[in-house]
């Protein structure tokens, strides 16, 4: 009997193992994480990077291709590497869509609330939606998750999503990040992760232009690199978009997360406060359980466009390609 359990524990760990196979490493033994910025270059692709960290004596980038936005962390002895100071990379890779992303992002950055980019394609007919997972004692808001796989398997497999994670979110709900890795690791959705601040504080009596990341004694530093490193840890690849907590900064904050490489995102079309998504939006809606009213307008939102979907005609689009589609072409 103890043979037969043994084997089954076997077993199930190898199927394990081979169903992360495609899936980011967990960096479990972080150290030097640090704001690295510079070329790194290994043909044909050329990579801005944007950080480096040691793990288990091998050292590592965190990279940016600022053609397609994409991400990727790698050793570091494979590439040619240039470092440089962030404003020499930045006009080195003057006109990439990632450039000209940040640049953006920084000229709407008076905005109180909603700066960033809040609009992605108005060409297509579809949305990017995001959703955030501020800290809440709520569990996940799966009918998001399981409604988008219902709907889209037949036409987009996986269905694209961004998700804006806290580290206070990642430390209190462990199984429920598991179980999105595993929606993932099956093909059932693709999710861009977005940095939302680790500890997300708010306050219910301070003006909005001393609240959330404005708060005084808040440490920037700490509020982005700690989420990267959680989000390395738990396996997750972080992207170069960031999301304000409350959705609130003003123009030295937008100029100090643009300096960390990061392009902060609004959106357009905040289901819950009503506003109605057009094609091309950034949609935001909470997916940390304490927004039921916004996934319920998502959740019609979606039924409405069966048909649509069906056909082909109506879309969820990955936000980084809808950000980089954007810039492209822009000037
Ligand atoms: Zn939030």
């Known amino acids: 009997m103890k043979t037969v359990i043994k084997y089954l524990l076997a077993f199930s760990c190898l199927s394990s193992v ?48 600022p ?6 962390i790698d050793e570091t002895n494979f590439y040619q590497v240039k470092t440089m100071t962030m404003d020499a990379a930045r006009s080195f890779f003057k006109g990439t869509p990632y450039q000209r992303a940040l640049a953006k992002a920084e000229k709407r950055s008076v905005m109180i609330q909603d700066a960033g980019i809040e609009m992605g394609m108005p060409k297509e007919s579809g949305i990017s939606l995001t959703a955030d997972l501020c800290p809440s004692h709520r569990p996940l808001d799966k009918r998001i998750f399981t409604d988008i796989f219902t709907e889209f398997q037949k036409v987009e497999k996986p ?34 992760w977005i940095n939302h601040s680790f500890n997300h504080r708010v306050s219910k009596t301070l003006p909005l232009k001393e609240n959330f990341l404005l708060e005084a004694g808040t440490d920037i530093t700490y509020e982005v690199l700690e989420t990267e490193k959680a989000m390395l840890k738990n396996g997750l690849l972080p992207s170069v978009f960031f999301r304000f907590p409350g959705l609130v900064s003003d123009q030295q ?29 950034i949609v935001l809606i909470h ?38 589609e954007e810039f492209e072409s822009a000037n």
């Open 253 to 281: 904050l937008v100029k100090r997360i643009t300096d960390f490489g990061l392009i902060p995102i609004g959106t357009d079309a905040w289901l819950a406060k009503g506003q109605q998504p057009q094609a091309g939006s």
């Open 67 to 72: 053609q397609t936005l994409q991400t990727k």
């Open 287 to 324: 997916g940390n359980g304490n927004e039921p009213v916004g996934v319920a307008d998502f959740i019609n939102l979606l039924k409405s466009k069966t048909k649509a979907i069906a056909q082909k005609q109506w879309l969820l689009y990955d936000l980084r390609e809808s950000v980089d």
């Open 159 to 192: 269905a694209p999503i961004a998700l804006s994670i806290t580290g206070i979110w990642m430390r209190q709900h462990p199984r429920d990040l598991e179980w999105l890795k595993q929606m993932e690791q099956k093909g059932e959705i693709y999710i861009t």
């Open 18 to 65: 081979s169903l992360t196979a495609g899936a980011q490493a967990n960096y479990l033994k972080i150290e030097n994480y640090k704001v690295y910025y510079g070329w790194a270059k290994h043909f044909p692709q050329d990579w801005m990077i944007l950080r480096r960290f040691e793990n288990q004596g091998r050292q590592y980038f965190l990279m940016v291709n």
